[in-house]
């Protein structure tokens, strides 16, 4: 029942860029299109589970004085595994994503479950953790990709999906249309949440 | 004391797993990631100068040792051979010239067993936007298809059959000047690659 609890909570509760607002940095940079936010939250889901189930294995060996150090170093190497095994299979994504692929390792999203969780908790259970918290990041970095995609560019993951007389607003494909589309949704989910909560007091 | 034998144990065992699993990565990929960047980067100039065939010409790959380049290092040229049944019928090989007007200007040249050439592709240039760019336009670059004499690639103004790009002459010129080095290159080319 834990097991399956810590997996659901990275969905909805305690989804990461929309509740806990971590890990911002790609959520705006990468989400211009619906393919490029999936790609990069599976990136990050395997260097998010695969750190917490080390982390956790390592849990009781790795002196607290140094665990930050530790952890960067099991965190980095994954990282550069999935850097070289996107570059060598999966190419054009490689070269869409670029710098952003580098910069998972300072995801505070995969130190923060590494730190506030792995550390502390059976492996089973920080296996759960980061694959709902990597599932949660790739279902919003896709939501908000696919989001700017149909505006910005009137397409879904590549296929045409609006009316022809359809005029994209490339503003949602750069910068400030990540802002407002994130601003947009974090809203919406507190509109919902609130609501639920006064359902249940009343 | 004990603590920070620990510490720099743990630490330095972590540090070592880490890089043998890189490096062992590193070198499992390492002949997929050079495919893939063959591919994405020099392979539609491959594919745009190559005639009919029927093989991967970004896999069958012939590398010639092209000697020593002014800091010792050994420069190697890579030719990517196109079949039919097994056999050679054409092969593409880069040459570059650096007499552009800024710079260096790469070329990717298809040519048949005969020497003819099949296809001339720029593959990287910095040349002016709109005059000296106009180097990839086919309207210039499809005047070599067909030739096969060096002298032939020189421009009309030097006795040969191009027509260099108005207000764009040298770009023209070091065009041209790469293709006669493709075609002279040839002989050695051709050599290597039917062993």
Known sequence: ?202 | MRDLIRMVVVLTAICAGSALVLSYTNQATQTQREYQITKYVRGPSVIAVLGEYDNDPLKDVVKIDMGKDDKGRSIEKTIFVAKKDGKPVSMAYETSSDKGYHGTINIMVGVDTEGKIEGVSVTTHSETPGKGDLIEKPDFRDQFIGLQLSQDAQLSGAGGKIDGITGATISSKAVSEAVVKALELFPRVKKEVMQ
């Open chain 1, 1 to 202: 029942m834990s097991v399956f609890k810590e997996f659901t909570k990275g969905l909805w509760n305690e989804i990461p860029p929309f509740r806990l607002v971590l890990g911002l940095c790609p959520v705006l940079a990468v989400t211009t299109a619906a393919k490029n936010g999936l790609g990069m939250g599976l990136a990050t889901t395997f260097v998010l589970v695969c750190a917490n189930l080390l982390i956790s294995l390592l849990r009781n060996l790795i002196p607290r004085k140094v665990r930050i150090a530790a952890f960067i170093v099991v965190i980095a190497s994954f990282v550069v595994i999935v850097e070289l095994l996107m570059q060598a299979y999966f190419y054009p994504l490689f070269k869409v994503l670029g710098i952003f692929i580098p910069l998972i390792v300072v995801n505070c999203i995969i130190l923060g479950r590494a730190e506030a969780f792995a550390s502390k908790h059976k492996v089973i259970p920080s296996v759960a953790d980061g694959l709902g918290m990597g599932i949660g990041f790739t279902l919003s970095l896709t939501f908000l990709g696919g989001i700017r995609e149909i505006i910005g560019s009137g397409t879904l993951f590549g296929h045409s999906i609006m009316w022809d007389s359809f005029e994209p607003f490339s503003i949602m494909v750069q910068a400030p249309g990540a802002f407002i589309c994130l601003g947009l949704i974090l809203a919406l989910m507190n509109w919902i949440s609130v609501k639920q909560k006064r359902k249940e007091i009343s």
